[in-house]
């Protein structure tokens, strides 16, 4: 099997697991919010403009580690 035959064989492979890596690791979270966004925008046409990047992980990560974050 040639390179080229294989590359075209496998390339799709390559990016379907490449984009769930992505996903589970919540590395294209601010790709799904800006899509969301986008989405939503349709329906409400007087909203606040997007989080810029840096906003958007900082908010993220608030949400995340702010507050008590145990069982007990």
């Avoid at 799904?32 to 958007?56: G, I, T």
């Avoid at 990560?61 to 507050?67: H, I, L, P, R, S």
Wanted: glycine share 4%.
């Amino acid at each position: 099997m040639g390179a080229r035959l294989m590359l075209r064989f496998f390339r799709p492979a390559l990016n379907r697991t490449w984009r769930f890596l992505r996903q589970v690791s919540g590395d294209d979270a601010y790709e799904r919010y800006l899509r969301l966004y986008a989405a939503n925008q349709k329906k409400h046409r007087h909203q606040a403009p997007p989080l810029s990047r840096e906003a958007f992980f900082k908010a993220w990560q608030d949400e995340k580690w702010d507050g008590i974050k145990r069982c007990c």
